[in-house]
């Protein structure tokens, strides 16, 4: 598999710093190419928040330099033993939720991350997922594949809130879980399947706000993303769409396409 790959991130209109984080890695294999995307939002409101993600981010990137590559030897047919990367990446987000918390805790100061995670092996994808940003699959539809840890979230799974009621509330933005900011963090993974000319999405819960699905499918459908340089005018345009929308928040994507 091979890939094509853009990023878009902004301040937005409110905040004075950044606090999102991203990173696309990838790496030529024994079983073929290979590629980890993430994002990660800093917490709004929460002091140092661009630290927390970029914490989160360089973890990740010493995780597929590091221990992917053996994780990748386990097994002669090119799978991945979904357990043993799940171990990793539960020890991984742990390892840095303390090490976040143990930086605030030194400096008088609360922080923390949203994080989600793809990774790309052949045919097969798997996922990670902290907080409220997202990771999405355009194919012959859009398929949200991350669930969000969120106070809204969970109102609506209980029937004690309706979407549309989920858009407005002033909570929509309360986290259940944050690496950082949580004693005890446990991710949520996934596993798919995936194909050629398939696209990833993953975004911060400010790309998302004002946008609905349907008009992220017709702006990054995926017969239209045939380069970078389109993929990434495509990523600005729904950036700007967003501020005309009045979203304040700090707006990042990130887009993969497969080939």
Aim: one cysteine or more; aromatic letters at 8%.
């Amino acid at each position: 598999m091979n890939f094509l790959t853009a990023t878009h991130t902004d301040v937005g209109t409110r905040k004075k710093t950044n606090q999102d984080s991203m990173i696309i890695m990838q790496a030529e294999t024994k079983l073929g190419n290979v590629l980890f995307a993430s994002v990660c939002d800093g917490m709004g409101g929460l002091a140092k928040g661009e630290v927390a993600s970029a914490a989160m981010v360089n973890a990740f990137a010493r995780w597929f330099e590091k221990d992917l590559p053996a994780l990748l030897e386990q097994n002669a047919d090119g799978t991945v033993q979904e357990e043993s990367l799940w171990k990793q990446w539960s020890a991984l987000i742990d390892s840095t939720s303390r090490s976040i918390e143990a930086y605030g805790r030194n400096i008088h100061i609360a922080l923390g991350t949203t994080a989600v995670g793809v990774l790309v092996i052949g045919e097969d994808y798997y996922t990670l997922n902290v907080g409220d940003s997202r990771v999405y699959l355009l194919a012959d539809n859009i398929y949200q594949l991350t669930k969000d840890q969120t106070y809204v979230q969970r109102e609506m799974d209980a029937g004690r809130m309706t979407f549309e009621q989920t858009l407005t509330d002033p909570q929509r933005s309360v986290l259940l879980q944050c690496i950082g900011a949580s004693q005890i963090v446990r991710p949520v993974f996934s596993h798919g399947k995936t194909a050629a000319g398939h696209v990833f999405m993953l975004c911060c819960d400010g790309f998302r706000h004002v946008i609905a699905p349907q008009e992220f499918y017709q702006a990054f459908h995926p017969s239209q993303m045939t380069n970078e340089e389109i993929m990434k005018q495509r990523l600005v345009e729904m950036t700007h769409l967003n501020i005309e929308r009045r979203e304040d928040d700090n707006i990042s994507a990130l887009l993969v396409k497969l080939y």
